[in-house]
């Protein structure tokens, strides 16, 4: 069984950065495609950025610029840095996990992130 657990979520201002980090358990972190997903009120889940076991990165156009996902396999963490936020980035973020192997997708409990204007 997987655990995922989000931390580094709060409010902000617009133009500024918070930190996500998504803490995992299990053996297989650094062989799975790892993402962070938001969601805001009324509005689906998105994705927002995508890392491989290799280190390859996807991101939203949204976000592209603004945002760096990274991993550390050796500590089991996934990150996000989030820079120049805007109003707009207001969602709840969701860490996942898309476990190698079985191709089983896993998800965090979710952070709040807040951008006031």
């Known amino acids: 069984q997987v655990q995922l657990v989000e931390s580094g979520g709060g409010l902000v201002q617009l133009g500024g950065s918070l930190r996500l980090s998504c803490a995992a358990s299990g053996s297989v972190f650094s062989a799975s495609v790892m993402g962070w997903y938001r969601q805001a009120p009324g509005k689906q889940r998105e994705l927002v950025a995508a890392?491989?076991?290799?280190?390859?990165?996807n991101y939203a156009d949204s976000v592209k610029g603004r945002f760096t996902i990274s991993r550390d396999n050796a500590k089991n963490t996934m990150y996000l840095q989030m820079n120049s936020l805007k109003p707009e980035d207001t969602a709840v973020y969701y860490c996942n996990m898309v476990r190698a192997g079985d191709y089983i997708r896993y998800w965090g409990q979710g952070t709040q992130v807040t951008v006031s204007s």
């Open positions: 890392i491989i076991s290799g280190g390859n990165t």
